[in-house]
């Protein structure tokens, strides 16, 4: 039920900042819309997120994962975007292995979005058994796993650990 909560409030939250500003006759819609939200998708896009209500993991997401999320977002755009404009298109693409430690599905589906959203990098394929996600990169800089975990995971498994597992 608190997870059914969360979501609600997440979703009117979500309406009313992007019906700004808010007045009675958008905030009824807002209800409504959330609520059916809620009732359909709530089983499917809550499962395993109970623990997120917690305010320490509130912190961790809007003070650490939001900034170094947009921070990731703003290099990768300014580098894919050199990489478009310049006159030999300096790219290396490839796909490459990378290890992961997180195991809950909501981290596992924040990690790969951060990964898939930031220009440059796609999640293809996951093995959730062996922790392993294959991973599209318009440059590659090693094919080591280890390395490259380093460089395409750990700018965001770290916090997306202290948020969801």
């Known amino acids: 039920m608190a997870k059914r909560i969360v979501l609600f409030i997440v979703g009117l939250i979500t309406w ?22 809620d009732f359909i998708v709530a089983d499917l896009f809550t499962k395993g997120a109970a623990g997120f209500s917690h305010p320490h993991r509130w912190w961790y997401f809007i003070f650490c ?32 292995k990378v290890k992961t430690t997180l195991k ?5 589906t924040f990690l790969c979005c951060s990964i898939t959203l930031t220009p440059g990098t796609m999640v293809v394929d996951i093995d959730r ?10 440059d590659v800089k090693t094919q080591d796993m280890e390395a490259a975990t380093k460089l395409v995971v750990g700018r965001f498994e770290r916090i997306l650990t202290k948020i969801f597992d």
Do not use: M
């Not at 009313?16 to 939200?37: E, K, R, S, Y």
């Not at 809950?104 to 596992?108: N, R, T």
């Open 16 to 37: 009313c900042v992007l019906n700004w500003p808010p007045d009675w006759q958008h905030i009824t819609v807002g209800v409504l819309v959330a609520a059916f939200v």
């Open 65 to 96: 994962y939001v900034p170094i999320f947009f921070w990731e977002l703003v290099k990768t755009n300014i580098d894919v975007a050199i990489r478009v404009l310049h006159p030999r298109l300096p790219i290396n693409p490839g796909i490459v």
């Open 104 to 108: 809950s599905d909501v981290a596992l």
């Open 129 to 138: 058994e062996a922790g392993i996600l294959y991973v599209h990169w318009i």
